[in-house]
């Protein structure tokens, strides 16, 4: 059945998606016209920089609607948070100022290994994150519970970060391991 048939008998519901599919072709123009992008319906209606500051993160940060936030989550000011990230601070995270978290990245503060393994017996383990000031995480990054990465930092495309690294790494790979220092 399609959305048509489903709707035949809901004239109201029918009015309703027509409405909302001209507010959607309209902001789809004008963000094409503007910016020259193509955006989901949620990412077009709804403003990533109002949605930061109504979790509280910091002037100036953002976040897509596709993005998903968990627990006790701390952003700095200026931070870009890009879409279908995974924000897990059930655990504790800290994320600093001018940081750019890239499309993709999935950052998490606990895990369910034991859980698993134990059949249930065993709990979550818990662990908070910290990201330092100033850092960018490439694309696809995963970032495991327990991690700190200090100021400066740089992680490559599709790295699994599962320990911790100084001010000014630049680090890559799976699991990710150190390239050079910038000496920040």
């Given at each position: 059945?399609?959305?048509?048939?489903?709707?035949?008998?809901?004239?109201?519901?029918?009015?309703?998606?027509?409405?909302?599919?001209?507010l959607?072709?309209?902001?789809?123009?004008h963000f094409?016209?503007?910016?020259?992008?193509?955006?989901?319906?949620?990412?077009?209606l709804?403003?990533?920089?109002?949605?930061?500051?109504?979790?509280?993160?910091?002037?100036?940060?953002?976040?897509?609607?596709?993005?998903?936030?968990?627990?006790?989550?701390?952003?700095?000011?200026?931070?870009?948070?890009?879409?279908?990230?995974?924000?897990?601070?059930?655990?504790?995270?800290?994320?600093?100022?001018?940081?750019?978290?890239?499309?993709?990245?999935?950052?998490?503060?606990?895990?369910?290994?034991?859980?698993?393994?134990?059949g249930?017996?065993?709990?979550?383990?818990?662990?908070?994150?910290?990201?330092?000031?100033?850092?960018?995480?490439?694309p696809?990054?995963?970032?495991?519970?327990?991690?700190?990465?200090?100021?400066?930092?740089?992680?490559?495309?599709?790295?699994?970060?599962?320990?911790?690294?100084?001010?000014?790494?630049?680090?890559?790979?799976?699991?990710?391991?150190?390239?050079?220092?910038?000496?920040?």
């Open positions: 059945m399609n959305r048509k048939e489903k709707l035949a008998d809901k004239p109201e519901l029918e009015e309703l998606f027509q409405k909302l599919q001209s959607k072709e309209e902001f789809g123009k094409k016209s503007d910016f020259n992008r193509s955006l989901p319906v949620a990412d077009l709804f403003d990533r920089w109002e949605r930061a500051q109504s979790l509280g993160f910091g002037e100036g940060s953002s976040i897509y609607d596709s993005s998903y936030v968990f627990g006790d989550v701390i952003v700095g000011k200026n931070t870009w948070i890009g879409p279908f990230s995974v924000i897990d601070g059930s655990g504790g995270l800290t994320i600093g100022s001018n940081c750019s978290i890239s499309s993709g990245v999935q950052i998490y503060s606990h895990d369910s290994v034991e859980w698993a393994t134990s249930g017996a065993a709990p979550y383990v818990y662990a908070p994150v910290q990201i330092g000031d100033n850092c960018y995480l490439g696809n990054t995963i970032i495991s519970a327990g991690v700190t990465l200090g100021k400066g930092c740089v992680v490559g495309a599709n790295s699994f970060v599962n320990k911790s690294f100084p001010d000014g790494s630049k680090i890559a790979g799976s699991p990710a391991k150190l390239i050079s220092n910038l000496n920040i």
